[in-house]
T-cell receptor, first 116, second 112 residues
Framework: DTGVSQNPRHKITKRGQNVTFRCDPI?????LYWYRQTLGQGPEFLTY????????KSRLLSDRFSAERPKGSFSTLEIQRTEQGDSAMYLC??????????????FGPGTRLTVT | GDSVTQMEGPVTLSEEAFLTINCTYT??????LFWYVQYPGEGLQLLLK?????DKGSNKGFEATYRKETTSFHLEKGSVQVSDSAVYFC???????????FGAGTQVVVTP
């Protein structure tokens, strides 16, 4: 178990460009979450997958954002036509699910996006 | 909608001092409550949790009690160490999908 990994760790892009981030969850985890964290704030929920199905999207996720989780394994988050307001840390978390218990979410180190 | 409010930082303490970080929440129903910690240069880690009223979560000398009557989940530690310097986030889950709702975070700085 190597934990949740995210790539790249840092991304600098020019306004208007497209960027894609990858998250590799803990292998047996079927739930995967994306959050966004801006400076001085707590993480905000963006979207959630149960296996390969995207079950919920925040209103923060505009139509420029798209996320996928093919085959229920890794996930990608793409931002099209980036804007300066997209600059943030993008966090991925994964967890188990099942039964009536709440399972701990394990967070990756994040991808820091800077839009210039 | 649901929300979490926690005290602003930074909180600066001397080693061995008592730490309290206040957290209050607004939620429909009966949420589960969490404290996460982010050490410098590291990812978010779960510190402790409580899933129902009057539950006490504890870990690494930290404690927090789920108080439904005051909608609070204050974090306490009796004697902090320099290694406790970090940003602490209070959070809740109120849906079945496990979506976390975080407070803004409180930076704690412990000096020798």
């Amino acid at each position: 178990d190597t934990g949740v990994s995210q790539n790249p760790r840092h991304k600098i892009t020019k306004r208007g460009q497209n960027v894609t981030f990858r998250c590799d969850p803990i292998s047996e985890h079927n739930r995967l979450y994306w959050y966004r964290q801006t400076l001085g704030q707590g993480p905000e929920f963006l979207t959630y997958f149960q296996n390969e199905a995207q079950l919920e999207k925040s209103r923060l996720l505009s139509d420029r954002f798209s996320a996928e989780r093919p085959k229920g394994s890794f996930s990608t988050l793409e931002i099209q036509r980036t804007e300066q307001g997209d600059s943030a840390m993008y966090l991925c978390a994964s967890s188990l699910s099942g039964g009536t218990g709440l399972y701990e979410q394990y967070f990756g180190p994040g991808t820091r996006l800077t839009v210039t | 909608g649901d929300s979490v409010t926690q005290m602003e930082g930074p909180v600066t303490l001397s080693e061995e001092a008592f730490l309290t970080i206040n957290c209050t929440y607004t939620a429909t129903g009966y949420p589960s409550l969490f404290w996460y910690v982010q050490y410098p240069g590291e990812g978010l880690q779960l510190l402790l949790k409580a899933t129902k009223a009057d539950d006490k979560g504890s870990n690494k000398g930290f404690e927090a009690t789920y108080r439904k009557e005051t909608t609070s989940f204050h974090l306490e530690k009796g004697s902090v160490q320099v290694s406790d310097s970090a940003v602490y986030f209070c959070a809740l889950i109120s849906d079945s999908w496990g979506k976390l709702q975080f407070g803004a975070g409180t930076q704690v700085v412990v000096t020798p």
